[in-house]
């Protein structure tokens, strides 16, 4: 696949999506009551924790990007799927608000999470908050798709919500205890579901078939797969100086990561050194001998194995969608960049 | 207003809205993914902690019969309403379980709250599982009213939600620096929106026009600031017996409720002896000293008072979305009913 598409390529395209989503974007939650548009406005990084205005980045953007790709794709107007562009993002936010609750994670973006900033109570009801208007935008667009976009971003929050309690009961296992298939079901529904939605509203928004929309929804969920499958790679082996992140990190937080359970699963000595060292706390030494465990167990080969065949795979749906790939050449680019990506 | 209406009263009109609704709310809690289910199932009272069937009462869903009642008053089918009716139960306890969270609540409904039984984790993406349900059932319904009534119930999520985030900010404020209106605009998003929101689905899905709906949803925000003005007495002066909770429960707390704050704010020598008394703890004798200083400052009789002319003001809205109140029996009977309720 080509790094650049008509001499765009997916950074440029991720910017122009941004540019085409966020004045929406920005309307959606300036709707918002006082103190709940101050939280989002900070988590979005429009703002600093003192209400003043702030240039930093709201994100890659991916999600928007894909409804529109994915619109265009099918013969339909970008123009018109934009407040359905805003919708995902507002989701995907409101999911990461509530995430870092849930995972008391200290930062995000570089920044102090909502939480740490405002409280939990605050973030609790700012995620709530924009979940209802992410649903509400949809179901309010005159389009006539909007009903059964509706319909599908519910079931999409609904299976993120599994996935999250999936991600949590899973990490309060026994890593032995944690089967491959447990850990695959859980990162399409965390991950997977939501690039998946974005592709159908794109489609439902083209004014697609059940048939095509249904591919577009796999094309989505295989990218987010094989993203996983990366980001999973990037958390152990990722170059600090390129993620920001202390080599190593998920090793570090003993997560039970793809590469790391399938090692740990594998039957091999190797998997069982993991195992071990799992069982006590990760200095930089454990850590080195850990991700050199998981190399040697195969994690490390059959995640990136895994992650190409789930970008093949697809490429299979989008063609399904999609028969003349030259029509999708913006899909594809935008699965390349998040799984080649080294945030 | 008549205690009974044609022989039914409130409570067997709860009664019957219950078993119009229950099914479609069971059906709709049934399709969420296992685990979010269970915690689901658990809140509503009809499974217990291990899973087992429970045959507990899932609380009064006084809603759901005020949009049942208000579609019928309307001259519409209640039938085709009851989706309506179960996704405003649904959007009822998805803010009890999130405030429970929030306020470290141990016990709903005489048992302990869903966190404190599954862990913070589930109880947030159960509450965030159940109000994608809830939008989605009502985006998803085949009646026209259905995306007016989408848009109006992701609005009143929104105002609940900045309801309780006020609620939280009011707690924590010096008692001196809590003006009424506040507490009012508070109580209005809290309690006065989601009551006046069902009166509104109720309408809508009657197919009436739009004056009618802001005048059936101003009559369920009186209802429910009138009841909320009861609501705060009992927390003072209801009888332990029948509320099961101890005498002055919201003194014990130091809440800042409305006969409290009208009670702070009367400059009144009363109320500078219950300000000096919610500086220190609250034992038995301070509890009873301020009850006593509440009612010397006029806090009593002015949430009385309050409670009355909010009452009146939401038969007076109900006539004005109903010219014959004979119509409206059920509404008045159940606006009578939560605001003469002793639990």
């Given at each position: 696949m080509p790094d650049t598409v008509e001499g765009r390529d997916a950074v440029d395209l991720l910017e122009r999506s941004r540019s085409a989503v966020e004045p929406q974007l920005r309307a959606a939650v300036a709707s918002l009551p006082a103190p709940v548009r101050r939280v989002a406005g900070y988590h979005f990084g429009w703002e600093r924790a003192d209400g003043t205005e702030a240039t930093g980045s709201?994100?890659?953007?991916v999600r928007p990007a894909l409804v529109l790709a994915a619109c265009r794709a099918l013969g339909g107007d970008p123009q018109q799927a934009v407040r359905a562009a805003a919708a995902v993002e507002l989701v995907h936010n409101f999911t990461l608000l509530h995430d870092d609750v849930i995972d008391e994670d200290p930062t995000r973006r570089h920044r102090p999470t909502a939480w740490s900033v405002f409280g939990v109570p605050d973030a609790i009801v700012t995620g709530d908050a924009m979940s209802a208007l992410a649903l509400g935008l949809l179901a309010g667009d005159?389009?006539?798709?909007s009903a059964a976009a509706s319909v599908r971003l519910s079931a999409c929050v609904i299976e993120l919500c599994a996935g999250q309690q999936a991600d949590c009961a899973l990490e309060e296992?026994?890593?032995?205890?944690?089967?491959l298939d447990e850990c695959l079901a859980m990162a399409t529904a965390k991950t997977g579901a939501l690039l998946g939605c974005a592709c159908a509203l794109g489609a439902l928004y083209a004014g697609a078939g059940a048939e095509e929309v249904a591919a577009m929804d796999a094309f989505g969920r295989e990218a987010g797969l094989a993203f996983q499958f990366i980001d999973d790679l990037i958390g152990i082996w990722g170059d600090p100086e390129r993620?920001?992140?202390?080599?190593?990190a998920d090793l570090a937080a003993r997560k039970k990561s793809l590469p790391v359970v399938a090692a740990l699963s594998s039957g091999t000595a190797a998997g069982a050194e993991l195992a071990e060292l799992y069982r006590g706390s990760m200095d930089a030494a454990a850590i080195r001998r850990a991700a050199d465990a998981v190399e040697r167990a195969g994690g490390r080969d059959w995640a990136q194995l895994q992650a190409g065949d789930r970008m093949s795979r697809a490429v299979g749906e989008l063609s399904r969608a999609v028969p003349d790939l030259a029509a999708a050449e913006d899909l594809l680019s935008l699965a390349e960049f998040v799984t080649r990506r080294n945030r």
């Open positions: 709201a994100g890659k953007a005159r389009h006539r798709a296992r026994p890593p032995h205890e944690v089967t993620t920001g992140k202390p080599a190593g």
